[in-house]
């Protein structure tokens, strides 16, 4: 078929990217989505359980870091345009070892960017980079993260997303490559993989188990709902000025203490415990190394120049998000076996 674009999603089986590559299979039947995917500990293909065997849909097995993947997939499907979200994306992994983090973020963005310029020399084309609001730093108890906010990465993790984004930045200054770009405040919503806060305070609520609270849990973040993030991806890919960056945020602050407390109240009801039985489990344990206090986005100016909103209300999307987690046993225990037991003993025993 004769596609109108053929976009390679990198880390479409990640908890963003199934939902990116979900959006754009369903409502773009006219481009070939091209999900490229390591697979690490964070992909897995039954995020996309229900799109892959659509005609517009392919996986590529590969390496964001390796320039024979990267070349191999640009050469086997002719690859019009880049949605990247491929990542290392866990701020306490990050503190453990920084450098799978340079790698992946730092050179595997470079090696992505080096081959879209080597391939793209006319022609309608978006290099769409996907960052987060983690490299503006912390805020204080006033003011909002704006695109014009001083890069003030913190953890390994913001610093190498940092570096990225200023690597895609020079690659449009330099070589005047097609980017865009945009930075989100923190997404929650279905296939979030358990390490993040909100999946591993619902399963461990249903198991009964600790509510590990870093510090005093007063630490603030922005939360939007995963699928308004794909809208905003889609939005912006679209429709964003070359050379722009917008940040995506859902002006819904919350500390995580209060959070904690609202998704026990929510469980259980959906359990059938007694109203306060789940607080009982909540731990304050040892905080997270240069914990970020405040996270806050301005996302005026994609509202105002594209229009975009977020849909849904938290509290609605937590209750969808926590019913998808009571609904998705197998999932999670494929999610959670092996490797991750151990991931989760390191973290949190002795902590
Ligand atoms: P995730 O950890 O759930 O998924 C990352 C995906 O990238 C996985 O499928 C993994 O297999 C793949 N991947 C990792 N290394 C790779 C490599 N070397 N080559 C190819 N694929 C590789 O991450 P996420 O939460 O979905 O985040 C996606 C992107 O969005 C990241 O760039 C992240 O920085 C950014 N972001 C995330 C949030 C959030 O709240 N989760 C907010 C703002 C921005
Ligand atoms: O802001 C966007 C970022 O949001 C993304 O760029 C990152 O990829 C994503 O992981 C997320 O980073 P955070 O560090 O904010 O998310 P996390 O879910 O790890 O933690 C949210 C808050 O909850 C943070 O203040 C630390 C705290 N926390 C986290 C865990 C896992 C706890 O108190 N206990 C926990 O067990």
Redesign the pocket.
């Known amino acids: 078929m004769d596609y109108k674009k053929r976009i390679l999603v ?9 939902h990116v590559v979900r959006l754009l299979t369903n409502k773009y039947p006219d481009y070939l989505v091209v999900n ?9 293909l039954e995020n996309l359980s229900d799109v892959e065997h659509k005609e517009n849909y392919v996986f590529f097995k ?4 390796s320039s024979t ?1 990267v070349k191999n997939a640009f050469d086997q499907y002719a690859i019009s345009d880049v949605i ?7 701020v306490d992994r990050s503190i453990e070892g920084p450098m799978d983090f340079v ?3 730092v050179v ?1 963005t470079v090696n992505l960017l080096q081959n879209a310029k080597d391939n793209w020399n006319d022609g309608d084309h978006v290099f769409h980079h ?5 490299v503006y730093g912390s805020l204080g108890e006033e003011g909002l993260f704006e695109e014009t906010t001083s890069y003030d990465p913190r953890s390994p ?1 913001s610093a190498s ?1 940092a570096s990225s984004d200023h690597f895609v930045s020079a690659f449009y200054h330099t070589y005047n490559l097609p980017i865009k770009m945009s ?6 919503g279905s296939h ?2 358990p390490e ?1 806060l909100i999946p591993l305070m619902i399963l461990n609520i249903q198991n009964n188990k600790p509510l590990p609270v870093y510090g005093k849990g007063e630490n603030i973040r922005d939360w ?1 709902w ?1 699928e308004d ?1 794909a809208r905003a991806i889609d939005t912006i890919f679209h429709n964003g000025r070359i050379g722009e960056s917008y940040n ?1 945020g859902g002006l819904n602050e919350w500390t995580n203490i209060e959070l904690v407390k609202y998704l026990c109240q929510l469980m259980d009801k959906k359990l059938g415990r007694i109203s306060g039985e789940s607080e009982q489990l909540i731990t304050y344990v040892t905080d997270r190394k240069g914990h970020d206090m405040r996270y806050a986005i301005d996302a005026s100016k994609l509202e105002n120049e594209l229009g975009w909103t977020p849909s849904i209300q938290f509290e609605e999307g937590l209750e969808k998000t926590v019913d998808w987690y009571l609904a998705n046993q197998s999932w999670i225990e494929k999610v959670t076996s092996g490797a991750y037991q151990s991931y989760y003993n390191e973290m949190y025993s002795n902590r």
């Open positions: 990198t880390g479409g089986a990640g908890f963003i990217g199934s490229f995917d390591k697979l690490t500990y964070a992909g897995n590969g390496d964001i870091t993947d990247h979200l491929a990542a290392e994306s866990h790698m992946t973020n595997g996907v960052s987060t609001d983690e993790y997303k930075n989100c405040s923190n997404n929650y979030h993989f993040k939007l995963v993030h995506v």
